[in-house]
């Protein structure tokens, strides 16, 4: 009876050794698989962006993060302006274009062939030199200005010193959106153009008498951002509309974004981009925005 019952102990004790060894084999198993199907699903491969030179910053930082953190994938981002941008997503020659406009607002392109990703929202300021000696032009004052009526700074109230006018070159989604929201359409006079806001932060804080325009994402204590009517360039002033220059930053693909680029989008939109590197940047996340505006510069509330 005795043996019976080690003979049977033993049994049991075998028995629950291996149903342990099958239940921490399919565990395991069970896990090896959620991680292969999570790796899977992460888009391996290269991709490029290309457009404004505004929304570049905070691109080109997204996507080192990105690509730390995910190996095997290769993210290009260049500048060369909104018109490039616009115009090499609609041929189908980068996978993603980045711009400070509307598709519907570029000559040339077929906008119904792309798809609109809205990132982020930037602000535009008027930048001077630092010592023009004026902080506030009126709206009207501006407009002259950059057409060519106002010449001398000492007009406006300023310095005695001749206005330089440092333009963007045509085809940049900065100029576009300066000249609808600041000039109200009016056409600059002919003048010194750049394609880089880089470019133009440095040439504006060294020129005497140098006046531009910069997305709030350039502005730092090198240049002087210029009030208009009295109403400050601020991140608070953008969302209410009562400062008018802004514009969202778009990412357009040429039809619906797949495998890295849809990866990278989605990443774009992500806590992790939204609430701390677009504020880091200077940028304003488009949900914080009480206001919304459409491709004809419509402004309604939310």
Request: glycine share 10%.
């Amino acid at each position: 009876m005795r043996k019976k019952f080690v003979a049977l102990f033993s049994f049991l004790c075998i028995f629950a050794i291996i149903a342990a060894g099958c239940g921490n084999s399919s565990s395991s198993s069970s896990s090896g698989s959620n991680k292969k199907s999570s790796s899977s699903s992460n888009a391996t491969g290269s991709i490029t962006a290309v457009g404004s030179t505004a929304l570049q910053p905070l691109v080109q930082e997204a996507a080192t993060e990105y690509m730390n953190n995910h190996s095997g994938t290769t993210i290009n981002v260049q500048g060369g302006g909104s018109g490039t941008g616009l115009s090499k997503a609609d041929e189908g020659a980068v996978d993603i274009g980045n711009s400070d406009v509307f598709a519907e607002e570029k000559d040339g392109v077929d906008a119904s062939k792309l798809v609109d990703h809205k990132v982020a929202v930037v602000g535009f300021a008027p930048v001077a030199n630092k010592n023009v000696g004026v902080k506030n032009l009126t709206k009207k004052q501006l407009i002259d200005i950059f057409t060519g009526k106002i010449k001398n700074w000492k007009e406006v109230g300023g310095a005695d010193q001749k206005i330089v006018i440092i333009n963007r070159a045509e085809g940049s989604g900065t100029r576009a959106v300066f000249e609808k929201t600041a000039l109200d359409g009016a056409t600059p006079v002919k003048s010194q153009e750049q394609d880089s806001s880089g470019t133009v932060q440095k040439i504006v804080s060294e020129t005497p008498g140098a006046i531009s325009y910069l997305a709030f994402s350039y502005l730092n204590d090198k240049v002087l951002a210029l009030n208009v009517d009295n109403v400050k360039p601020t991140e608070a002033n953008v969302q209410t509309n009562k400062w008018k220059i802004w514009a969202y930053e778009h990412m357009y693909t040429n039809g619906e974004a797949k495998g890295l680029t849809k990866a990278f989008l989605d990443y774009m939109l992500s806590d992790d981009v939204q609430t701390k590197l677009v504020p880091k940047l200077g940028y304003m996340s488009v949900a914080d925005m009480k206001v919304e505006k459409d491709a004809k510069g419509n402004v309604t509330k939310k």
